[in-house]
């Protein structure tokens, strides 16, 4: 079989690419690391207001980052539904069922809702936080989209965007609210430190989930006649 | 070796193989799983070799859910494109067509 | 004040994000307008503090590096926000009278200006390397957004590209930024920089560099991994093209230039810096000569960024193994040429924005009579050509005389071509838009003739450029402030 040079100039360099990794990788496994981050995680931890070490890296030491990363999540969300100018997945005429699903609902539902509950529960102490438990809401909106069960928060709308904003908007109130007392961008007051990583935990879950199913929703599968606005006032 | 690096080296493997299929593939949702391959690679390396000694280092993982997010949204972005970009065009790959409407 | 104005930079384009979310465009725009102000006032204090006092390190959370982030506020940093808070306020107030307020779904462009705002600062300020890898996510996911906005098969198509090519960049980075935290247990650049400096140079780290610098260069559209960035750049809205071409491509080159500066001597090599040098210098010849070639104007404006972005590339093999002086003038003359272009080609896609509103079509050959309709937005296109080839007293001019003086002072004369060549070049395709507009045989009569509003802010961002090189004395004088060491223990 005559393999073109593409194929061919294609493995080569993913091989070389692979092998090149393979060996930085083994050549640094040879070294110990001079700064052991883990140590001073430990160290720190008791100050964090959270018990899981991973929570607290999260949510307290590199909180900055998860900031951001929820910024990128909106955006996600925020560039799906700019896209809806056809007839969105919840308009009646759209939506799709499915009578086993819909009947096992019942079953399903509340099991994972309690379920996304507890995950984000859990995490101050043992692996768990917001994004679990939002990715577990998120699928359970999926199978309550699927199952045929109305969402009418899902259509484009003022409560849409606030639903998509929430987390984002009181995460980012924390944070310059410690701006106020003198401190740094993001620093927790001392006092309040564990209150206000579970207020913005939940907070954050419910918006994830909100960005996550509005992405589902948002691109239609079917063509519509004329363009809709998208506007529900 | 302990398992972690075991771990670092099949992230290697992964990261060879997502890019193989990145690049060759045409199929844009072949690509997109292509892609998020080659991130499974990347974050298995990233806590694998932090974690050659054998002790959990939370750094990394709390960086991978990180990341992990950051690949969902660019994944669910990439989605809606391509299936907003399917419905209009018919196509499936990015190669253009032969009658391209002027913009 | 210090932390009210980091925090102020900080929060201000995230909640203004948030606020515009909840509006439509006509209020949004309104909204929008005072944060501009609000944004402009507080880079200004910024760089009025840096300027006065020097540069310091600021940890968010009040936790020190390594275990916490800290951001790195120095000279360079804070010239390039106040660059960015210019040249968004420009595009945004651009962009709330070009765009049509009827379209419900332009709602969806101030918060997705904003949060490109809001990480293109992070970007600057970056002192960590995973802070600055959410930071290129945040601008490559609303650079795409800003770019599918509209939602037409071949926006979408430029958009998907454009995804793929900064996923697979930002994946390259960040398997780069993996590698190093394995070595060093480390994420602060300045620890890093230390660490390396003690121990010299390992293969490991120095495949890690290379890996960044490929990612990196796939978000800049270095040639030849620049196919992403012309249907993107053209088929955006004009106001989007001026930020992704004058900003957003800027982003990962800023980081790329950090990185090289700090462990490119101990990790980099010859190879990898010529390397480098020289697909920037084919970037410049090649994209001009495509850029020459290109029936729509827009297309025409993007392939000229394509060569311009070439230019910055020369950085690599200036600094590699040079001494301080050589080192010292090629940074200032890159630092020069990022602001002079992203000044320049901003001017130039709002100017076609212009052109483009006014005769009905965005080919080259459609230009034909609108010299005499539409003279003053003709003429800030050709300012900001005379900055682009290099003419003075433009900042192309000051930026390309610097690197003329490196490459003499560090004996790597053939760079000389490039930069020569280049200024040819690109006169070559500014006067063919020129040429195309003085056609005087068009039997078209009736042009629309935009806001006098859309026309001034691309002749203040020509202006700009055009004076660069006369105040280039007091904008790189910031570079050279002390700095407070010690960051990143």
Redesign the interface.
């Known amino acids: 079989m005559m393999r073109s040079p593409g194929?061919v100039l294609?493995?080569v360099?993913?091989?070389a690419?692979?092998a090149?990794?393979?060996?930085?990788?083994g050549?640094?496994?040879g070294?110990?690391?001079?700064?052991?981050?883990?140590d001073?995680?430990v160290d720190?931890l008791a100050a964090s207001g959270v018990e899981h070490?991973?929570t607290?890296?999260?949510l307290?030491?590199?909180?900055?980052?998860?900031?951001?990363?929820?910024?990128?999540?909106?955006?996600?969300g925020?560039?799906?539904?700019?896209?809806a100018?056809t007839t969105s997945l919840e308009d009646p005429e759209l939506r799709t069922t499915d009578s086993l699903l819909y009947a096992l609902q019942r079953w399903f539902v509340p099991l994972m809702l309690m379920l996304a509950g507890y995950l984000l529960w859990a995490g101050s102490d043992r692996p768990g936080?917001a994004?679990q438990a939002g990715a577990v809401l998120a699928a359970s909106g999926v199978m309550m989209r699927l199952g045929g069960i109305p969402m009418e928060f899902l259509r484009p709308g003022?409560l849409l965007?606030?639903g998509?904003?929430l987390g984002?908007?009181v995460f980012?109130l924390v944070?310059?609210a410690s701006?106020f007392g003198?401190?740094?961008?993001?620093?927790?007051p001392k006092a309040f430190t564990k209150p206000l990583i579970m207020t913005i935990e939940t907070l954050l879950t419910f918006s994830?989930a909100m960005?996550?199913l509005a992405?589902?929703v948002?691109?239609?599968?079917?063509?519509a006649q004329e363009p809709e606005?998208?506007?529900q006032k | 070796m302990t398992s972690s690096l075991l771990y670092a080296f099949a992230g290697v493997a992964l990261c060879g193989i997502g890019l193989f299929g990145f690049i060759r593939l045409r199929h844009l949702l072949r690509k997109l799983m292509a892609f998020n391959l080659m991130g499974s690679g990347v974050f298995l390396v990233m806590v694998g070799l932090a974690q050659r000694q054998g002790e959990p280092d939370p750094v990394p993982q709390a960086l991978v859910l990180t990341g992990i997010v950051v690949a969902i949204a660019a994944t669910a972005l990439a989605v809606v494109l391509i299936r907003r970009y399917y419905h209009l065009s018919g196509q499936t790959t990015l190669d253009e067509s032969p009658k391209e409407p002027s913009q | 004040m210090t932390l009210w104005l980091m925090a102020g930079l900080l929060f201000t384009p995230l909640a203004w994000a948030v606020l515009t979310l909840l509006m439509d465009f006509r209020k949004g725009r309104v909204v929008t307008w005072l944060g501009m102000l609000v944004q402009l006032l507080v880079s200004l204090g910024l760089w009025a503090v840096v300027a006065g006092d020097g540069g310091f390190h600021y940890a968010l959370g009040g936790w020190q590096a390594p275990l916490g982030i800290e951001l790195r506020v120095d000279g360079l940093a804070v010239t390039f926000v106040l660059l960015t808070a210019l040249v968004a306020a420009a595009c945004g107030w651009h962009a709330s009278i070009y765009l049509d307020p009827a379209k419900s779904w332009h709602r969806y462009f101030w918060p997705l200006y904003w949060f490109l705002w809001a990480g293109l600062n992070a970007v600057w300020l970056g002192g960590d390397l995973f802070n600055l890898y959410v930071g290129l996510e945040l601008i490559s996911l609303s650079a795409v957004g800003l770019v599918a906005l509209g939602g037409q098969a071949a926006a979408l198509r430029a958009a998907i590209r454009y995804l793929l090519a900064a996923l697979l960049g930002s994946l390259a980075y960040l398997l780069g930024v993996a590698l190093i935290y394995g070595q060093s247990g480390s994420l602060s650049l300045a620890g890093i920089a230390r660490l390396t400096e003690q121990s010299g140079g390992d293969p490991g780290l120095a495949f890690a560099l290379m890996l960044m610098m490929f990612g990196l260069a796939l978000k800049t559209a270095l040639f030849p991994l620049h196919r992403w960035l012309p249907p993107a750049h053209g088929i955006a809205k004009s106001p989007v093209s001026a930020l992704l071409s004058a900003l957003v491509v800027k982003a990962s080159f800023y980081i790329a230039a950090r990185l090289w500066l700090e462990l490119g001597d101990e990790l980099g090599s010859y190879a990898l810096a010529q390397g480098m040098g020289l697909l920037g210098g084919t970037a410049v010849i090649w994209g001009s000569w495509r850029a020459f070639l290109q029936p729509k104007l827009k297309q025409v404006v993007a392939y000229s960024s394509v060569a311009q972005i070439g230019y910055l590339f020369l950085l690599f093999p200036l600094t590699w193994g040079a001494s301080e002086a050589v080192s010292m003038q090629a940074q200032q003359g890159i630092t020069l040429q990022v602001i002079s272009h992203a000044l320049a080609k901003a001017a130039m896609f709002l100017a076609a924005g212009n052109l483009i509103m006014s005769v009905g079509s965005n080919r080259v050959e459609a230009l034909a009579g609108v010299s005499r309709f539409l003279p003053f937005s003709l003429f800030s296109f050709g300012l900001a050509g005379v900055s682009l080839m290099g003419l003075p007293p433009s900042g192309g001019f000051a930026a390309k005389w610097l690197l003329l003086q490196a490459s003499l002072g560090s004996g790597q004369w053939w760079w000389l071509v490039v930069l020569l060549l280049g200024g040819l070049l690109s006169a070559g395709y500014v006067f063919r838009i020129y040429r195309a507009s003085f056609v005087e045989d068009s039997d078209i009569d009736h042009f629309y003739h935009p806001p006098r509003s859309l026309e001034v802010i691309p002749m203040i961002l020509a202006l700009l450029s055009l004076g660069l090189g006369l105040a280039a004395e007091s904008v790189l004088s910031i570079m050279a402030l002390p700095f407070e060491e010690g960051g990143g223990v």
Do not use: K, W
């Not at chain 1, 030491?61 to 900031?67: A, E, G, M, P, V």
């Not at chain 1, 003198?182 to 927790?188: I, K, S, T």
């Not at chain 1, 948002?218 to 063509?223: D, E, F, L, M, R």
């Open positions: 194929l294609a493995i360099g993913c091989l690419f692979t090149g990794l393979a060996a930085a990788v050549h640094i496994a070294t110990p690391a001079p700064v052991s981050l883990p001073v995680v720190h070490p991973v607290a890296v999260l307290n030491f590199r909180s900055y980052d998860t900031l951001l990363e929820i910024g990128v999540l909106v955006i996600a925020i560039a799906g539904i700019s896209m100018r936080g994004f003022l965007r606030i998509l904003a984002f908007a980012l944070a310059l701006a003198g401190e740094a961008f993001l620093a927790y994830i960005v996550l992405l589902f948002s691109a239609p599968v079917n063509q606005e998208g506007e």
